[in-house]
T-cell receptor, first 113, second 116 residues
């Protein structure tokens, strides 16, 4: 089975722009979670989607949003980029939630200048 | 809210030796799951081991095993016969059962270096 894929792998944007990141889960997985990884804050949960519904959200401003499509693919969007949004963005998929193993993609490295 | 603490920012071990990484957590949940993930320099997060809190038996996966002390809220990872490929950042993670909805809470990580 193919693993979790994320596109693009690298991205450079400037302050004020917006960005959309994409995540394709493992076939059959219905839950997709997103995380932000930075040297200072570590790994932080952004949100989770299951069957096109956002069921959980971390403590991030409204500039961070996401969605999930009927094929379970997910996108996250960050509007009005700030320098502090520079990070590795990881998505993970699982069959369901509630303790099921999450399988991670390779991440998208975003640099905001 | 749950918290996960890894008190060892860095560890090193010689090849073929054994090393133990520490993790403590704080929660009021009774149903939860604990994980160890490794993140090598490629940044790909890889599951090492998973433990269900309601199971008293410690999980093992080949050279990797955990010491799960529920009362003490401790979840350490033991790596036996360390290999160069074990060099990575190791994260301890917690997920509450039931209504966690995919939220993993991670510790700050421990950088493990295996020396030849």
């Amino acid at each position: 089975k193919a693993g979790v894929t994320q596109t693009p792998r690298y991205l450079i944007k400037t302050r004020g722009q917006q960005v959309t990141l994409s995540c394709s889960p493992i076939s059959g997985h219905r839950s997709v979670s997103w995380y932000q990884q930075t040297p200072g804050q570590g790994l932080q949960f952004l949100f989770e989607y299951f069957s096109e519904t956002q069921r959980n959200k971390g403590n991030f401003p409204g500039r961070f949003s996401g969605r999930q499509f009927s094929n379970s693919r997910s996108e996250m969007n960050v509007s009005t980029l700030e320098l502090g949004d520079s990070a590795l963005y990881l998505c993970a998929s699982s069959l369901v939630t509630g303790g099921e193993t999450q399988y991670f993609g390779p991440g998208t490295r975003l640099l905001v200048l | 809210a749950q918290t996960v603490t890894q008190s060892q920012p860095e560890m090193s071990v010689q090849e073929a030796e054994t090393v133990t990484l520490s993790c403590t957590y704080d929660t009021s949940e009774s149903n939860y799951y604990l994980f160890w993930y490794k993140q090598p320099p490629s940044r790909q997060m890889i599951l090492v081991i998973r433990q269900e809190a309601y199971k008293q038996q410690n999980a093992t996966e080949n050279r990797f095993s955990v010491n799960f002390q529920k009362a003490a809220k401790s979840f350490s990872l033991k790596i036996s016969d360390s290999q160069l490929g074990d060099t990575a950042m190791y994260f301890c993670a917690f997920e509450a059962g039931g209504t966690s909805y995919g939220k993993l809470t991670f510790g700050q990580g421990t950088i493990l270096t295996v020396h030849p």
